[in-house]
């Protein structure tokens, strides 16, 4: 598996490769497959389970098949527009909520409970009103990650700090420039937060409809594999899935880190 | 009064909208957007004839042993990985890598393997919320003052004991906080294991309905979830800030 | 500007006709109705052109919300505030401020540059001019060439400094300073003391600065106006007369400033 040295949450924040370590995590990995190979020889593990050469022979095949990284396409472009359009409808929307206080109270309520809805018992109704389309499967990756944008930029623009809200208006920013150069920055820390946790969302909710649907993509491969018995190729296709996820985490991890750099500076 | 205005200014846009709604939908022609009335009457009847309730109680208990078990586990690892530096630091990017797999995509494999019944879904919730419980408590162990650490060290409390009344109390907090992040995870897998096959809950009830174009029974299984999910996820916090009032009251800390 | 000089012992009533900010009757205060609380009654002054005015009066008294009053932050309960002629309604294109809490006042995403610029931005200026009216004020408070940097890569005296510069840089007429030097170290505070005589004298802006450090007020003000009571108003009002330049150890061995100090003391401790 990929990832030795830096990870989103690294308990130890070394730059430099530590090889005991690594080699430790290599053993590890060792010891893992062997015991699941020794599992299922042995008869612990349910028969159809693969063995781990055959999950590392699929690994390999799978990536050279076109139908793969059609799938796979469709669940980035899917997950990718869902995420961008949450982002985009999240942060105007939050700083919005959070600035104007009527419409804080009003809106608190739906906030709430839009967020602690679980957006997935929606797609049987979606279904039937839009179809086994990309355009469902869109709309409900939105409906899934716009809450965490949301709610992060309601509260990341009620923290903005009375001091600089005095310095805009003695200066008289204009209206577009403070929301743009003043709200948004300062909400920036939290918006981040909930962007990330967004993303990861968008790629549940897409995988989530193409598993239940029969809309294409790394999900409905899944499902396909998993109903030909193909169970080395399912397990190839969750290991890719599994990469997309933590790839995207790290990403965006890493690019929060470098955006925020004042915000960590000023916080002590 | 002022407690009055506050709660008429929370509620005036929901009731408004869910107004509109109603008599938006009233007249509804479109086969797939039935009146909001029909949703809540049909919901209504199955309540009364029992149908929901029964697919409620499987569902619910489904989540329940499955957030148990994804408790226990993470708990239990999250204690031990926090308390041994090397095997944390070992098996870091593992649970890393294994935490950002889409918990969808386990569905149909895990389905797959233990069949139809309640334990693919117990599985399949065990499975997605122990990620967020034993990070959290692996955070809460940490947390735990060297201090205390050390006094535990230098008394010689055993093992088992220092876990128990030591460690443990210290990542309460956060091993709270680790499973409402799992809560509603485990609602969504719940709903995604029993929409993809199942032949009890709500999500079979969704399913067959809409498979038998009964659409107003999709509509109000998908609300149902919604709300329940809601209910879940608030009436916990609110538990949870409870527990945790309590506790720091105790000064169990 | 050099008219201070001109009129040494100096009348309350002066500078009528070259007035840059008269003040009558002010009150502000805070919340409505039942709620309402005055913090200040009923105060009156005028600051002529280029002239350097402090108020001092004891912590809490409402120095800050005078300030909020002059600046258009906050809504008069009665009286008024002239700036140039015309009634203030709200912030006003000639008058600027540096804040009592510089670490709030500057923005911590902007370069110290881009904090400077801002205001001028929001003016609508090119980025090439504003840029160099930025660069130029860096250059003027002693920050030349640091324009990259954030304001959390500098020290508290740095900091201040910048604030200083964008309120120049935004070449209002009036430059309120609220406690400027409040809380950076005492040699930081001289060095940024005696950058503000020097800014006053090179460019000729007018100044009123709010502090609860008498010796502060007395050394850098043509005229101190002592603010006391509850609600605050105008108890006392004493020209210094040392005219533009001033000097760490002489100015403040001056018998006058020595006199300018009892007297102020004294009327605070009432
Ligand atoms: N936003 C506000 N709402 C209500 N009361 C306020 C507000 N701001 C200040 N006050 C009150 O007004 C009074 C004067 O405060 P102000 O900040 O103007 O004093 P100050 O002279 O600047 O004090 P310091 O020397 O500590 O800066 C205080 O009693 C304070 O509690
Ligand atoms: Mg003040």
């Known amino acids: ?268 | 009064m002022r407690t009055l205005t506050n709660v008429l200014w929370r509620l005036w846009l929901p009731v408004l909208l869910v107004v509109l709604w109603w008599f938006a939908s009233a007249n509804s022609t479109n086969l797939f957007v039935p009146p909001l009335s029909r949703i809540l009457g049909v919901m209504g009847r199955d309540f009364t004839n029992g149908v929901l309730l029964q697919a409620m109680s499987s569902s619910l208990s489904n989540l329940a042993l499955g957030l148990l078990i994804a408790s226990v586990v993470g708990v239990a690892l999250g204690l031990i990985l926090g308390e041994t530096k090397r095997l944390r630091l070992i098996l870091d990017p593992y649970i890393h890598f294994v935490r950002s797999v889409p918990q969808s995509a386990l569905v149909p494999l895990i389905i797959g393997i233990f069949g139809l019944g309640s334990a693919s879904k117990i599985y399949a919730v065990a499975l997605a919320c122990v990620w967020p419980i034993l990070l959290n408590t692996i955070d809460g162990s940490l947390g735990v003052e060297v201090g205390v650490r050390r006094v535990s060290r230098v008394f010689g409390i055993p093992r088992m004991l220092y876990y128990r009344r030591v460690v443990l109390p210290g990542a309460m907090p956060q091993v709270i906080a680790g499973i409402r992040v799992a809560l509603p995870i485990g609602i969504v897998v719940m709903v995604v294991s029993e929409l993809f096959a199942s032949n009890v809950g709500l999500g079979f009830y969704i399913l067959h309905s809409s498979s038998t174009f009964r659409i107003p029974e999709t509509w109000s299984g998908a609300l149902l979830v919604g709300v329940i999910g809601y209910v879940l996820v608030i009436g916990f916090s609110l538990i949870d800030r409870q527990i945790l009032a309590w506790y720091h009251k105790s000064g169990a800390r | 500007m050099s008219n201070t000089e001109s009129v040494p012992g100096g009348t309350l009533t002066r500078v009528s006709e070259d007035s840059l900010l008269r003040v009558t009757d002010l009150s502000l205060g805070y919340g409505e109705g039942a709620d309402e609380k005055r913090i200040i009654e009923n105060l009156s002054l005028t600051v002529g052109n280029g002239e350097f005015v402090s108020i001092v009066g004891p912590s809490g008294v409402g120095k800050t919300t005078l300030l909020k009053g002059l600046s258009g932050l906050l809504k008069p309960k009665a009286g008024q505030v002239v700036v140039g002629g015309g009634a203030l309604e709200g912030p006003h294109r000639d008058v600027a401020v540096v804040f009592q809490d510089y670490s709030r006042s500057l923005m911590p995403w902007m370069t110290t540059r881009e904090n400077i610029a801002f205001p001028l931005q929001g003016r609508g200026q090119k980025k090439p001019l504003r840029n160099k009216a930025a660069d130029e004020a860096l250059d003027a408070v002693g920050l030349g060439g640091q324009g990259n940097k954030y304001p959390w890569e500098m020290s508290g005296g740095m900091q201040q400094r910048v604030a200083i510069a964008r309120a120049l840089a935004y070449n209002a007429k009036v430059l309120l300073m609220d406690e400027p030097f409040a809380s950076v170290d005492a040699q930081t505070r001289f060095d940024l003391e005696d950058l503000v005589i020097d800014l006053r004298e090179k460019l000729g802006v007018t100044i009123m600065l709010v502090t609860h450090d008498v010796d502060e007020a007395i050394y850098l003000a043509d005229r101190v106006i002592v603010i006391a009571e509850k609600p605050a108003t105008v108890v006392d009002v004493i020209e210094t007369g040392f005219g533009t330049h001033r000097d760490q150890v002489a100015t403040k061995a001056d018998p006058r400033f020595q006199d300018a100090r009892g007297r102020i003391l004294t009327r605070l401790r009432k």
């Open chain 1, 1 to 268: 598996m990929a990832t030795t040295t830096t990870t989103p949450m690294a308990f130890s924040g070394r730059p430099s490769v530590n090889w005991t370590l690594t080699f430790q995590r290599v053993i590890t990995l060792v010891v893992i497959l062997l015991l699941w190979q020794f599992a299922l020889m042995s008869g612990l593990l349910p028969k159809i389970t693969p063995g781990v050469p055959d999950i590392v022979t699929s690994i390999f095949t799978v990536v050279t098949m076109g139908n793969f990284w059609v799938g796979f396409g469709y669940t980035l472009f899917a997950a990718l527009a869902g995420w961008l359009l949450s982002c985009a409808i999240g942060v105007v929307l939050g700083l919005l909520i959070g600035t104007v206080r009527p419409l804080d109270r009003s809106a608190a309520l739906i906030v709430e409970f839009g967020r602690a809805f679980p957006t997935i018992a929606l797609m049987p109704v979606m279904m039937l009103v839009l179809g086994a389309t990309t355009n469902m499967k869109i709309t409900m990756v939105v409906l899934a990650a716009v809450w965490p944008v949301l709610v992060q930029s309601i509260l990341g623009s009620r923290r903005l700090d009375p001091g600089i809200v005095s310095t805009a208006t003695v200066f008289q920013i204009p209206k577009g420039l403070w929301f743009r150069k003043v709200l948004l920055p300062s909400a920036l820390p939290f918006i981040a937060t909930g962007v990330r946790i967004s993303a990861s969302i968008a790629i549940l909710a897409a995988v989530g409809v193409e598993v239940l649907t029969q809309v294409p993509g790394l999900g409905r491969l899944i499902t396909l594999a998993q109903e030909a018995e193909r169970w080395d190729n399912a397990l190839a296709y969750l290991f890719f899935a599994g990469i997309f996820g933590w790839l995207v985490a790290s990403l965006l991890g890493r690019a929060e880190g470098r955006l925020l750099r004042w915000n960590r500076q000023s916080d002590d």
